[in-house]
């Protein structure tokens, strides 16, 4: 389990000299498996903020890792340029390309990486021993990281004798003890089980959000990603999708594919009718869905609407009144410990709904829906 | 590391492809050749002579009983020693650990070697005391015999079929058992209706692995079989160039190329076959264990029946060995025995120039041989595991390839090529052709080695600022040097008692160990053939000490 200790923080700091901001401009990368050319990244522009935690969000094979092993250097991309800070560390045009091991980055990787032959203290020493800093320093260093990482007396344990959690934690100190500039992180918690994980995810958000540093981490997992970032990118197919905080991403996705991929959602299609004051009136198959205006749209226009099941009000009879009502039977409930989750029927169509566990409504049962028009966000294609 | 792989790859192509093309295509054209001067004059003579002689239908025949029961005796018994390790709960389990390494510790022609000596006809020690004890007027057994040719082959195969059978024992899924027994089939229906044929994949790939093996065998055929005049392939080849005054390479070469092309054959049936079978064993649930069935009152009987294969296996020859090199003639074990033991046989070795010699070839063999074959190894495993591109699966499939070249039809091949070079009778052809044949063996522990460094541990130690020169040095040899020592151990034993290549190759001045044992055995010097194997048994094992410590020292620095 990752509890990192709270009351060291004077001890280990990493010092940010410089606001280590990463620029990337125009980079795309091909591979060829199997004979077939597929693009892993397709002119990616993307400015990840200095001492944040970025999130780069995509579904497997959509480029993340492709794009997190080029900044790292482990990668050389086709085309474009990569800057950490001031310094440009790839450029086709000016061919540049700084190895890995001179870009002075820490990575964690998905599958930890501990090295099977060294014991904890050995792991962690590497990157001091391979800039030849002196001993004393060294072992200072790696008794203060461990200390950080509350794998203190660890030292001479060997690195097969760890746990899945303790190795994420010795991973975690090598990528930190020579006060990298980044860290970077590639799904370091998918090989976790479900509860440890949820846990190490809290720790690692107020732990890089004490440490002040520029934090890039790759992941697939949406709640993962909602509740570490500042920051989160959303990739597919090559291409960086949106960029938004966590609530943007959630709440304002402009695109179908983000709404989708990112929590539970109900797409509707349909076109736009009328805009009145700051909502719009569009046309669906349901009927006349009152949404959220958030941008310049014109009359006639064929946009996605997207419903969030946890915004589905159902209400009374006596309260029928308001934009978006609609009357559907319940097609499925599922008793699932923290709510209850099913499909309601508005005519040829089933929707995604919830309601509290101690509901007493039933299959089968009709029901007046309704959707409030602030939660009913307008996607482009 | 990534920047020179282009240039490495057409390199290691390069050489690994005279390795193994070269000896076969000159084997090709040496069999359509009349002599081994006159390299280009095309003849079908060879192939007509080879085939139309009247006593070729024999060879062929005693090659397939000889091929087929010592595969199936093998394959039968690997089959019972694996399920009474896996299934049920016989006593003393790492015996059979022992059983599988057993073929590094004695070297093929002293095992045949100890057979002839218990149970030849003359004056075998077990035919002698039943003579002497039980009345038998004739010594009751003979060894010299297809029977018996069998026998020892099948035993020494025996690990090799207990290796492919086992794992896929393990990995058995009792629950297809279970719920045949729960559908009402009886026991015995249940083993061979489901067990049997689960197995199958396995079982027929043990049986070609070990036909194979015995196919290549010259050792057993050598030493038990010429005696009693039952020539298979491999020592009908050796009775065309060693024997007689005139040796003919081509005829050689064309019998050479029948058992080349069976082997390639059977090679890939094995490759098919253990393709299906990984199929079969990747289905299997993760961290199941098979139920353990009770062997009650059969449980010491059995487990006598398996010591006393063991014991036949590893304590006979050596001890029959050890006995025969002490004793001035074939006598059964007795006080006048004991009286009459000396050292003359010791002596006689020692002061023989000839076996000191081939002593010293066979350790300059196996160090040198062993040291760049690895290092030839390590390069080419790099390339299949790592590299990876089309370029390479040729490399993989080159390699591959000679795992079934028997080595007196390489030693053909190689011979034919050496002869028209400077190296030809020098100990530089004995150790070329010894990497070309054993290649595979040092090339599997380090790739299998190279495999376990997952790409991760390499790119960590990038980002955590080492350089591709400080990464060879601090992570991927470390975590190689395991393999490299196994391999290097297999291919230097192998090295050390190398014959069937070597009978060919080996000329006066490159005497080898196992060519020295051989020219005893024709001439039954039993003494000395028994002193002279201690030696080499021992030199082996000196050779596996001295490794395993280096490999101590090396994991120590760091």
Same mark, same amino acid.
């Given at each position: 389990?990752?509890?990192?200790?709270?009351?060291?923080?004077?001890?280990?700091?990493?010092?940010?000299?410089?606001?280590?901001?990463?620029?990337?401009?125009?980079?795309?990368?091909?591979?060829?498996?199997?004979?077939?050319?597929?693009?892993?990244?397709?002119?990616?522009?993307?400015?990840?903020?200095?001492?944040?935690?970025?999130?780069?969000?995509?579904?497997?094979?959509?480029?993340?890792?492709?794009?997190?092993?080029?900044?790292?250097?482990?990668?050389?991309?086709?085309?474009?340029?990569?800057?950490?800070?001031?310094?440009?560390?790839?450029?086709?045009?000016?061919?540049?390309?700084?190895?890995?091991?001179?870009?002075?980055?820490?990575?964690?990787?998905?599958?930890?990486?501990?090295?099977?032959?060294?014991?904890?203290?050995?792991?962690?020493?590497?990157?001091?021993?391979?800039?030849?800093?002196?001993?004393?320093?060294?072992?200072?260093?790696?008794?203060?990281?461990?200390?950080?990482?509350?794998?203190?007396?660890?030292?001479?344990?060997?690195?097969?004798?760890?746990?899945?959690?303790?190795?994420?934690?010795?991973?975690?100190?090598?990528?930190?003890?020579?006060?990298?500039?980044?860290?970077?992180?590639?799904?370091?918690?998918?090989?976790?089980?479900?509860?440890?994980?949820?846990?190490?995810?809290?720790?690692?958000?107020?732990?890089?959000?004490?440490?002040?540093?520029?934090?890039?981490?790759?992941?697939?997992?949406?709640?993962?990603?909602?509740?570490?970032?500042?920051?989160?990118?959303?990739?597919?197919?090559?291409?960086?999708?949106?960029?938004?905080?966590?609530?943007?991403?959630?709440?304002?996705?402009?695109?179908?594919?983000?709404?989708?991929?990112?929590?539970?959602?109900?797409?509707?299609?349909?076109?736009?009718?009328?805009?009145?004051?700051?909502?719009?009136?569009?046309?669906?198959?349901?009927?006349?869905?009152?949404?959220?205006?958030?941008?310049?749209?014109?009359?006639?226009?064929?946009?996605?609407?997207?419903?969030?099941?946890?915004?589905?009000?159902?209400?009374?009879?006596?309260?029928?009144?308001?934009?978006?009502?609609?009357?559907?039977?319940?097609?499925?409930?599922?008793?699932?410990?923290?709510?209850?989750?099913?499909?309601?029927?508005?005519?040829?169509?089933?929707?995604?709904?919830?309601?509290?566990?101690?509901?007493?409504?039933?299959?089968?049962?009709?029901?007046?829906?309704?959707?409030?028009?602030?939660?009913?966000?307008?996607?482009?294609? | 590391?990534?920047?020179?792989?282009?240039?490495?790859?057409?390199?290691?192509?390069?050489?690994?492809?005279?390795?193994?093309?070269?000896?076969?295509?000159?084997?090709?054209?040496?069999?359509?050749?009349?002599?081994?001067?006159?390299?280009?004059?095309?003849?079908?003579?060879?192939?007509?002579?080879?085939?139309?002689? *009247?006593?070729?239908?024999?060879?062929?025949?005693?090659?397939?009983?000889?091929?087929?029961?010592?595969?199936?005796?093998?394959?039968?018994?690997?089959?019972?020693?694996?399920?009474?390790?896996?299934?049920?709960?016989?006593?003393?389990?790492?015996?059979?650990?022992?059983?599988?390494?057993?073929?590094?510790?004695?070297?093929?022609?002293?095992?045949?070697?100890?057979?002839?000596?218990?149970?030849?006809?003359?004056?075998?020690?077990?035919?002698?005391?039943?003579?002497?004890?039980?009345?038998?007027?004739?010594?009751?057994?003979?060894?010299?015999?297809?029977?018996?040719?069998?026998?020892?082959?099948?035993?020494?195969?025996?690990?090799?079929?207990?290796?492919?059978?086992?794992?896929?024992?393990?990995?058995?899924?009792?629950?297809?058992?279970?719920?045949?027994?729960?559908?009402?089939?009886?026991?015995?229906?249940?083993?061979?209706?489901?067990?049997?044929?689960?197995?199958?994949?396995?079982?027929?790939?043990?049986?070609?692995?070990?036909?194979?093996?015995?196919?290549?065998?010259?050792?057993?055929?050598?030493?038990?079989?010429?005696?009693?005049?039952?020539?298979?392939?491999?020592?009908?080849?050796?009775?065309?160039?060693?024997?007689?005054?005139?040796?003919?390479?081509?005829?050689?070469?064309?019998?050479?190329?029948?058992?080349?092309?069976?082997?390639?054959?059977?090679?890939?049936?094995?490759?098919?076959?253990?393709?299906?079978?990984?199929?079969?064993?990747?289905?299997?649930?993760?961290?199941?264990?098979?139920?353990?069935?009770?062997?009650?009152?059969?449980?010491? *009987?059995?487990?006598?029946?398996?010591?006393?294969?063991?014991?036949?296996?590893?304590?006979?020859?050596?001890?029959?060995?050890?006995?025969?090199?002490?004793?001035?003639?074939?006598?059964?074990?007795?006080?006048?025995?004991?009286?009459?033991?000396?050292?003359?046989?010791?002596?006689?070795?020692?002061?023989?120039?000839?076996?000191?010699?081939?002593?010293?070839?066979?350790?300059?063999?196996?160090?040198?041989?062993?040291?760049?074959?690895?290092?030839?190894?390590?390069?080419?495993?790099?390339?299949?595991?790592?590299?990876?591109?089309?370029?390479?699966?040729?490399?993989?499939?080159?390699?591959?390839?000679?795992?079934?070249?028997?080595?007196?039809?390489?030693?053909?091949?190689?011979?034919?090529?050496?002869?028209?070079?400077?190296?030809?009778?020098?100990?530089?052809?004995?150790?070329?052709?010894?990497?070309?044949?054993?290649?595979?063996?040092?090339?599997?522990?380090?790739?299998?080695?190279?495999?376990?460094?997952?790409?991760?541990?390499?790119?960590?130690?990038?980002?955590?600022?080492?350089?591709?020169?400080?990464?060879?040095?601090?992570?991927?040899? *470390?975590?190689?040097? *395991?393999?490299?020592?196994?391999?290097?151990?297999?291919?230097?034993?192998?090295?050390?008692?190398?014959?069937?290549?070597?009978?060919?190759?080996?000329?006066?001045?490159?005497?080898?160990?196992?060519?020295?044992?051989?020219?005893?055995?024709?001439?039954?010097?039993?003494?000395?053939?028994?002193?002279?194997?201690?030696?080499?048994?021992?030199?082996?094992?000196?050779?596996?000490?001295?490794?395993?410590?280096?490999?101590?020292?090396?994991?120590?620095?760091?």
């Amino acid at each position: 389990m990752l509890s990192l200790a709270k009351e060291e923080d004077q001890y280990f700091v990493p010092n940010p000299i410089k606001q280590m901001e990463i620029r990337i401009s125009n980079l795309s990368k091909d591979f060829s498996l199997e004979g077939k050319k597929f693009r892993a990244l397709d002119q990616v522009d993307l400015t990840i903020p200095a001492n944040q935690i970025f999130t780069i969000l995509g579904p497997s094979g959509c480029g993340k890792t492709t794009l997190l092993r080029c900044i790292v250097g482990l990668e050389t991309p086709d085309s474009g340029e990569i800057a950490i800070g001031e310094e440009i560390v790839f450029s086709k045009e000016k061919s540049i390309f700084i190895p890995p091991e001179k870009r002075g980055l820490g990575m964690v990787f998905q599958t930890y990486a501990i090295w099977p032959h060294m014991n904890v203290f050995e792991n962690v020493a590497y990157p001091l021993q391979a800039r030849r800093e002196p001993k004393e320093k060294i072992k200072r260093k790696v008794a203060e990281v461990l200390q950080l990482v509350q794998l203190a007396g660890f030292e001479n344990r060997p690195a097969t004798k760890l746990s899945g959690g303790q190795q994420q934690r010795v991973a975690l100190a090598r990528a930190l003890v020579a006060e990298p500039k980044v860290i970077l992180f590639d799904e370091p918690l998918s090989n976790l089980d479900a509860k440890l994980r949820e846990e190490t995810r809290k720790e690692l958000r107020r732990f890089l959000t004490r440490l002040k540093i520029t934090a890039v981490y790759v992941t697939h997992d949406q709640a993962e990603a909602l509740s570490l970032s500042d920051t989160i990118a959303v990739m597919n197919n090559g291409r960086i999708v949106e960029i938004g905080t966590p609530r943007d991403i959630y709440f304002h996705s402009e695109h179908k594919f983000v709404a989708d991929f990112i929590g539970r959602a109900n797409i509707l299609e349909g076109q736009v009718r009328a805009i009145e004051n700051n909502y719009l009136i569009t046309d669906t198959s349901l009927g006349p869905i009152v949404c959220q205006k958030k941008r310049e749209i014109e009359i006639g226009k064929k946009v996605y609407i997207c419903i969030r099941p946890e915004f589905i009000k159902i209400i009374k009879t006596d309260q029928k009144k308001g934009p978006n009502i609609f009357l559907g039977k319940i097609e499925s409930l599922v008793f699932s410990g923290d709510l209850c989750e099913g499909e309601v029927g508005i005519g040829q169509i089933s929707l995604n709904f919830q309601v509290e566990p101690t509901s007493p409504l039933q299959e089968g049962e009709e029901i007046f829906l309704q959707f409030p028009p602030d939660h009913c966000q307008i996607l482009l294609h | 590391m990534r920047r020179h792989a282009p240039a490495l790859t057409p390199t290691l192509i390069a050489i690994v492809s005279f390795l193994t093309v070269c000896p076969i295509s000159m084997l090709f054209l040496g069999s359509f050749t009349e002599g081994w001067e006159a390299l280009g004059n095309f003849t079908l003579q060879k192939y007509i002579k080879t085939y139309s002689d *009247p006593a070729f239908a024999a060879i062929i025949k005693n090659t397939t009983i000889f091929t087929i029961g010592s595969a199936l005796l093998a394959t039968a018994l690997a089959l019972l020693l694996a399920y009474l390790n896996t299934r049920t709960n016989i006593p003393f389990k790492s015996l059979f650990g022992i059983l599988s390494i057993v073929p590094m510790m004695i070297p093929h022609i002293l095992f045949a070697a100890s057979w002839a000596l218990l149970l030849n006809p003359s004056n075998g020690l077990i035919n002698i005391f039943l003579k002497q004890f039980l009345g038998f007027a004739e010594a009751p057994l003979n060894i010299y015999t297809l029977e018996g040719m069998i026998l020892v082959e099948a035993l020494l195969d025996l690990p090799i079929a207990y290796l492919v059978i086992s794992p896929a024992m393990s990995a058995f899924d009792v629950s297809l058992e279970e719920s045949s027994r729960v559908c009402g089939a009886s026991s015995l229906r249940t083993t061979l209706k489901v067990t049997l044929p689960v197995l199958r994949p396995a079982i027929l790939a043990a049986i070609t692995l070990v036909a194979v093996r015995s196919l290549a065998s010259f050792a057993v055929p050598s030493v038990l079989g010429m005696p009693g005049r039952i020539y298979v392939m491999a020592t009908h080849i050796y009775r065309l160039i060693a024997t007689g005054f005139s040796p003919d390479y081509g005829m050689a070469a064309a019998v050479g190329m029948s058992v080349l092309a069976i082997s390639i054959t059977l090679i890939f049936v094995y490759r098919s076959l253990t393709a299906e079978g990984e199929k079969y064993v990747t289905i299997s649930s993760r961290g199941y264990r098979p139920t353990v069935i009770d062997l009650k009152k059969a449980k010491y *009987p059995l487990f006598i029946f398996v010591s006393l294969i063991a014991c036949l296996l590893i304590v006979l020859p050596v001890v029959v060995l050890f006995y025969t090199s002490l004793v001035p003639y074939s006598m059964v074990p007795s006080a006048k025995a004991l009286a009459a033991m000396n050292l003359k046989h010791w002596q006689a070795v020692i002061k023989d120039p000839i076996s000191m010699l081939s002593l010293k070839n066979s350790i300059f063999l196996g160090i040198l041989g062993a040291s760049l074959g690895i290092i030839l190894s390590v390069f080419v495993a790099y390339v299949i595991v790592k590299v990876r591109t089309t370029a390479s699966g040729l490399l993989e499939a080159f390699s591959f390839l000679s795992f079934s070249f028997p080595g007196i039809v390489v030693g053909i091949g190689f011979m034919l090529f050496f002869v028209r070079t400077p190296l030809y009778a020098t100990i530089w052809a004995l150790l070329i052709g010894y990497i070309a044949t054993y290649l595979p063996y040092g090339i599997r522990p380090i790739s299998s080695a190279f495999i376990q460094i997952h790409s991760h541990l390499e790119e960590s130690s990038r980002v955590c600022g080492g350089s591709s020169f400080y990464t060879m040095r601090r992570i991927i040899i *470390p975590l190689l040097t *395991p393999g490299i020592v196994s391999g290097w151990i297999l291919m230097a034993t192998m090295f050390v008692r190398e014959l069937s290549l070597s009978v060919v190759l080996s000329r006066p001045g490159t005497e080898v160990l196992a060519v020295q044992i051989l020219r005893f055995a024709e001439d039954g010097l039993w003494g000395k053939l028994a002193a002279l194997g201690i030696i080499m048994i021992f030199v082996s094992t000196v050779l596996v000490i001295s490794a395993s410590l280096i490999e101590g020292r090396i994991k120590k620095v760091k």
